[in-house]
């Protein structure tokens, strides 16, 4: 490179003179590409970091490097300046610089011109390209660009926000309460579109909600700075062109500017109309309840089990026979009131609770006047979010009368039944007799007459068989005489007695657990057994199939009867194993039955420590399961 100074083009005073100019300048040869540093300020070298070094005679991008777009801007302007000769200017370009003590580049934006020195002919002798430094100017205005962006962002969020929140939002502004803001919620709250409230004062548009008291409301607010609550408020709101009463709860708050001024109404509401109108119907509904409760004299109480604590209407706590007030009372002082062989089943009962959803019980309390009356308890536990929070809620009623009369009923079937069995036991045998008569002699159709009145006896007698066990099983005296029996054996005795008695129903066994010996009365268990396979042959068509099988799980034995008949409604299946039930509907009207033997069948085998169920459906059949613990 050959030797540059600025003797060749400034004499030495001048030049320094030149290089303590307070602007960014640096004088160049016009020998492109090189361009060739004959001098710069001081100001130049301490806005470029070569303060230090000797920048005469050096070329320029050499000095200066950076990317190729921003080298190839300054050498475009200088080049222009060449050609045109006049100044060329740059508006803006970033030109970064390396900085000696990081030795790393920094951003750097600049504005520059270029100005051509004509020598005497007209041509170029030097260029002196004068930078300015914008950088912090750039910062400035890029933070502000920024800033605004990021306002128009947070605005536009916060509207977004205000849209799409569940609630009701709406901002009036000025003293005419002008709806700047209304979301959907607000619009279906108030009845109206966006269109018709946006822009207009709300009152304005809102004319039936007038005189109602809002507008003094948001006046007050705006006036004050102090915010409205309002719960279950009552407004009248035209809905659909109808005018309806709608209760919202709602937040009226003071809208203000940067400086603290209060601009507006910011209005926050729910609509909360069908909670209200459910809570009064509740409400009546619960008056109407207590209303029937307490004229029918039934007693009401309530326990929390987690915290111990009993509460009892007056008619409860008179019914355990005490006469005075209510906060005197607890669990132990009623207790002593029940009569003491069943205070034991109270207390077991009661202990229960805490494994079952529901109590149910009876038991004898001592009146007010001395003598034990029967009461029926009956409680539920009511649903709690927290499992370990139980409350348990029921009725009390007396239940007296009633029992009297179920003991007088039982006595007079208990009678009747007895009075019965030994005439119909003599009958049964006079006909027996006279059929075999009849046979001997050959008179086979009169034979055939007194055939069919023996069967007919047989069902009068299981009648009377069955109104006699549920004397027992009420009064706690049905026998169970257990010993071991043979599977095979019973269920064999069990389908020939039913079998012989249908010839138009085939039963089909499948005992693959002929073998096993149960714990249980034979007797009881047969009578089940012929109770079970007689209802599937009454409530099946003629020529069917009933099949009887027989499982185990290994710790117990599962029987199952099922047929191809009728089958039970669904809305009829709650109740089919109470006693005296029948299921009534056009397939089973006909059929005769007092509605014991499913009822007799269920507690035989309960008292078995077995269980009773059955699958049904109507039109398709019905199969009947009952399980008996393995030996």
Same mark, same amino acid.
């Given at each position: 490179?050959? %030797? ?9 005073? %001048? ?207 705006? %006036? ?222 009169? %034979? ?184």
């Amino acid at each position: 490179m050959p %030797a540059n100074t600025d003797d060749l083009f400034f004499p030495v005073d %001048a030049g320094k003179l030149l290089r303590e100019l307070p602007g960014r300048y640096i004088f160049l040869k016009p020998d492109a590409p090189y361009f060739t540093i004959l001098m710069a300020t001081r100001a130049y070298m301490e806005a470029t970091f070569t303060a230090h070094k000797k920048v005469s005679g050096e070329h320029l991008f050499e000095l200066f490097p950076a990317t190729p777009e921003n080298q190839e801007v300054v050498k475009n302007s200088l080049l222009n300046a060449i050609e045109i000769k006049k100044p060329s200017h740059i508006e803006q370009m970033r030109y970064d610089i390396l900085n000696p003590v990081t030795n790393e580049f920094e951003s750097h934006y600049w504005t520059a011109i270029t100005t051509p020195v004509l020598d005497e002919s007209g041509e170029v002798k030097m260029l002196i390209h004068a930078v300015e430094n914008i950088t912090e100017k750039i910062k400035l205005e890029t933070a502000e660009r920024e800033a605004r962006q990021a306002l128009i962002f947070q605005k536009k969020r916060l509207y977004d926000t205000f849209m799409q929140a569940p609630v009701a939002i709406g901002i009036f502004s000025g003293k005419d309460f002008v709806v700047e803001l209304a979301n959907p919620f607000l619009c279906e709250l108030y009845g109206r579109t966006e269109e018709q409230l946006l822009n207009k004062p709300i009152f304005g548009v809102l004319i039936e909600a007038r005189g109602q008291g809002f507008e003094e409301l948001v006046e007050s607010v705006a %006036a004050t700075g102090k915010p409205y609550v309002g719960i279950e408020a009552p407004v009248n709101l035209k809905r659909n062109g109808v005018v309806q009463t709608v209760y919202a709860n709602f937040v009226y708050e003071p809208w203000k500017d940067d400086d603290g001024n209060i601009i507006g109404i910011i209005a926050i509401a729910v609509d909360v109309t069908e909670q209200v109108k459910t809570r009064k119907r509740i409400e009546e509904s619960e008056g109407r309840l207590h209303l029937a409760i307490e004229s029918s004299n039934i007693g009401t109480w309530q326990w929390d089990l987690t915290k111990e604590i009993f509460s009892f209407s007056l008619r409860h706590v008179q019914i355990f026979g005490f006469d005075g007030k209510l906060d005197h009372f607890n669990f132990e002082r009623l207790l002593k009131r029940v009569y003491p062989e069943d205070q034991p089943l109270v207390r077991k009962a009661l202990e229960e609770v805490f494994h079952k959803p529901s109590l149910r019980m009876q038991c004898r309390v001592q009146s007010l006047f001395g003598e034990y009356r029967w009461i029926q308890i009956m409680g539920k536990l009511q649903p709690s979010e927290n499992a370990d929070d139980k409350k348990l809620v029921g009725t009390i009623i007396d239940i007296t009368d009633q029992k009297l009369l179920e003991k007088q009923r039982e006595d007079f079937v208990s009678v009747v039944s007895h009075e019965l069995k030994t005439p119909i036991t003599s009958l049964k045998i006079y006909c027996q007799l006279l059929e075999r008569q009849l046979v001997e002699n050959g008179d086979e159709e009169s %034979a055939s007459l007194f055939s069919k009145m023996n069967r007919q006896i047989i069902k009068l007698t299981s009648l009377i068989e069955d109104l006699l066990d549920v004397t027992k099983l009420e009064n706690g005296k049905l026998p169970i005489r257990k010993s071991e029996v043979k599977i095979s054996e019973l269920i064999n005795e069990a389908v020939e007695e039913v079998q012989r008695t249908s010839a138009d129903h085939k039963i089909i066994t499948d005992v693959a657990v002929a073998d096993i010996i149960i714990n249980a009365d034979k007797e009881r268990i047969a009578q089940v057994f012929i109770n079970l396979l007689s209802n599937a042959i009454k409530y099946s068509p003629p020529q069917t199939s009933i099949f009887l099988k027989v499982k185990t799980t290994g710790k117990e034995i599962i029987f199952s009867v099922k047929d191809e008949g009728v089958g039970i409604p669904t809305d009829k299946q709650k109740n089919i194993f109470q006693r005296f039930y029948r299921v009534s509907s056009e397939h089973t009207k006909t059929y005769p039955g007092l509605g014991l033997g499913l009822y007799i069948s269920s507690e035989i085998i309960t008292r078995h420590n077995g269980k009773m169920w059955f699958e049904s459906e109507e039109g398709k059949g019905s199969i009947f399961y009952f399980s008996l613990p393995m030996v």
